[in-house]
């Protein structure tokens, strides 16, 4: 934990100075993880304080240590949730919209270096979040923090409050329509060429 | 190379075991590669602030919704408070329901049933 529990109770009595270093502490982190799941820069700030403006009016509830950052990452999940489900920006334009080159150069970012690299980056971010956005919210964000976060089931289980099994299967099942989204775009041949050229 | 199916404790089926492989691999290499080109924003110098102020803005927005919420609950308790009386006063002054539906009728035509009476039919018989 980054924070004593000491500084969290005097939070809960009120204690301003000490909810500033609660935010300073876990601010980084949270904003770290909204970026992966939102995927829109610009938007993770504000994402991040309704995070902790949740965080201030719900920590009364809270009464040991260990629930502390389950709970932190819950109220993000929450939040990033919200903000997707607000913002259905990408809904329309699936994969369907997804060009084959895109695929295929962000593939050349995964497997080699590529020239313009900030413009390389974008196209990844881009083709992951279209890639993302061929499963509901809630499975994007608990790919995102599987795949990418790289949290253990453990831990997961621990934010969502349910049991190992049912996260494997659910992750399973959203990799699994992720995969075939991909799969159709590039189509195997295609990709194994690729690959093998990469490796 | 261990498969990433076996890693992950999942069976994966009807596919050549390659080509799946290949996949799973290259959708992992995608990830990794959204990782490192997901930036970090930096907060900006006004994170703090600007989360106080919608802090106590929400805090402002609660209270008035609270007040509201109260207020229309201490209507809605004077109301039914002042119905109850008033349908209670009404039950009182009203003679419409006293007695039974017997009773009533008897009171109305009490000059019609009258010629029935014991008393007179009574005195009708012969001594």
């Given amino acids: 934990m980054l924070v004593e529990f000491d500084l969290i109770q005097k939070a809960q009595q009120g204690d301003a100075g000490a909810f500033n270093q609660i935010v300073s502490a876990y601010r980084r982190r949270i904003m770290g993880t909204i970026s992966h799941v939102i995927g829109r820069p610009e938007d993770v700030e504000d994402v991040a304080q309704e995070v902790f403006i949740r965080l201030y009016f719900s920590l009364g509830q809270l009464r040991t240590a260990e629930v502390f950052e389950p709970w932190l990452y819950r109220l993000t999940v ?122 | 190379m261990k498969r990433q199916s076996e890693k992950r404790g999942i069976m994966i089926s009807n596919k050549p075991m390659e080509q799946e492989d290949s996949n799973e691999l290259r959708l992992d290499k995608m990830f990794r590669a959204y990782l490192a080109a997901c930036p970090i924003p930096e907060a900006s110098a006004n994170f703090m602030p600007a989360l106080w102020a919608r802090i106590e803005a929400r805090e402002v927005s609660t209270n008035w919704f609270g007040r509201v919420a109260k207020m229309l609950v201490t209507a809605a308790l004077a ?46 018989e012969p001594e």
């Fill in chain 1, 78 to 199: 929450n939040a990033s949730y919200d903000y997707l489900r607000k913002s259905r920006r990408r809904v329309e334009s699936r994969m369907a919209d997804l060009s084959e080159q895109q695929v295929m150069m962000a593939d050349a970012v995964a497997g080699s270096r590529a020239q313009s690299e900030e413009t390389e980056k974008r196209r990844v971010r881009d083709t992951v979040q279209e890639l993302l956005s061929t499963v509901s919210e809630e499975d994007r964000i608990l790919l995102t923090l599987k795949e990418v976060e790289g949290l253990s089931l453990k831990e997961l289980e621990k934010i969502y409050n349910v049991n190992e099994n049912a996260l494997k299967v659910r992750l399973f099942r959203a990799r699994q329509r992720v995969l075939k989204k991909m799969k159709e775009v590039t189509g195997p041949s295609s990709f194994s060429a690729k690959h093998e050229e990469a490796e």
């Fill in chain 2, 79 to 124: 109301a039914s408070v002042i119905l109850g009386l008033m349908i209670s006063s009404i039950n009182q002054s009203s003679s419409f329901f006293n007695g039974t539906f017997v009773e009533a009728l008897r009171a109305d035509h009490q000059s019609t049933l009258e010629p029935l009476h014991l008393d007179r039919i009574s005195q009708l």
